[in-house]
């Protein structure tokens, strides 16, 4: 066996599952095994890593046994079950899904902006949810610069983030719809194909979605200040691969939009493309494939003395899961080797 981890990837065959494991050859993780796990419908099935081909194992209670990292992005409720069988076996999980998130023992990572959280954890590592993972690149150096009273966000987010099938929905959605028939999708309530649906997951009492709240959550968890004040709308949009926002921070003292571009440039995971007079700005058929968070229209708001406006893109399936991912196993083995 070559130098390196053994590291499982569950939900191997999905979209954020094969980014994963894209990411780890990418990026040279040193993986010395890789085990793609998924369902009982992909027995049979194959990935290539590394010019291998690897067999897809179907998950089950052994699968973790002997591994190192085990990077989990097939549902909440396979998160709860296996992530804590894998502990057990003695692996560190790093979970994509929304289920530990929010447990007082489990960190919730993004490294470029609380990687120091990530000690003394207990064995789950959780990811964000993928619009708070970009957006908390961009809060963090406005909020250590002049700290942040309340931010109002409106997301368009896309059908990636919603896996293989809503991907599949989108395009025989369009390809039927511009040949002058129906197509009923079971993916998304809404024809999510020339639509935009303004719910993500599923309404809770407060009227809000859960996505919604995700956001609102998970941001005071990373920046670990629940004093701030936060609401989201977070909407589906025909778009395959990239999320974009519509950021308005209202800060605790005055920055203006020429220093808060400054402190984008020198910040980690970002890129500002911000030339209005050459018609610049992030789109996400420009960003998908990008490993950083792209930031543009950065202005004042006009209507408050503290307020900046600014829109942003990243791609979901980097930064918004596997990237970031991965990048907390790069995290864990430095700090490791360092201790
Ligand atoms: P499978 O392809 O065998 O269904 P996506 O988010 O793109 O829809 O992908 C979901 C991923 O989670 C897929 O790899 C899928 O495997 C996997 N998955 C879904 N349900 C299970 C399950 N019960 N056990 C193991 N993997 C699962």
Not at 136 to 153: F, H, Q, T
Not at 237 to 251: L, Y
Request: aromatic fraction near 6%.
């Amino acid at each position: 066996m070559s130098k390196g981890y053994v590291v499982a990837v569950v939900g191997a065959t999905g979209v954020v599952g094969k980014e994963m494991i894209e990411t780890l050859q990418e990026r040279k993780f040193p993986v010395a095994k890789l085990i793609p796990l998924a369902s009982e419908r992909s027995a049979g099935s194959t990935i290539d890593f590394k010019g291998n081909t690897i067999d897809v194992d179907v998950l089950n209670d052994e699968s973790f046994i002997g591994v190192d990292f085990a990077l989990f992005s097939a549902g909440g409720s396979i998160s709860e079950k296996y992530a804590p069988l894998a502990v057990k076996s003695g692996a560190v999980v790093i979970d994509n899904t929304s289920h530990f998130r929010m447990d007082n023992d489990v960190p919730l990572i993004v490294p470029e902006v609380n990687g120091d959280a990530i000690k003394g954890h207990k064995g789950i590592i959780a990811n964000p949810n993928c619009s708070t993972a970009q957006m908390v690149l961009l809060l963090k150096p406005i909020y250590d610069a002049v700290g942040i009273e309340r931010i109002v966000v409106s997301t368009y987010q896309s059908v990636s983030g919603a896996g293989k099938d809503a991907i599949q929905e989108l395009e025989s959605q369009s390809r039927a719809n511009l040949s002058g028939s129906d197509y009923q999708g079971n993916v998304f309530k809404s024809p999510i194909a020339f639509n935009v649906i303004p719910q993500i997951d599923v309404f809770l009492d407060n009227g809000y979605t859960k996505e919604e709240m995700k956001m609102i959550q998970e941001t005071q968890k990373i920046l670990r200040d629940d004093t701030i004040r936060i609401t989201a709308t977070a909407v589906r949009v025909p778009v395959f691969v990239g999320h974009s926002e519509s950021i308005n921070i209202q800060t605790k003292e005055y920055l203006s939009a020429d220093d808060a571009r400054k402190l984008f440039e020198a910040a980690p995971g970002v890129s500002v493309l911000d030339s209005p007079l050459e018609q610049e700005y992030p789109t996400p058929r420009q960003v998908a494939g990008e490993d950083n968070v792209f930031v543009g229209r950065i202005r004042n708001d006009l209507s408050i003395r503290n307020g900046i406006e600014l829109w942003c893109v990243g791609d979901n399936l980097k930064k918004g899961a596997a990237l970031n991912a991965v990048q907390i196993a790069e995290f864990l083995v430095q700090s490791r080797v360092t201790a």
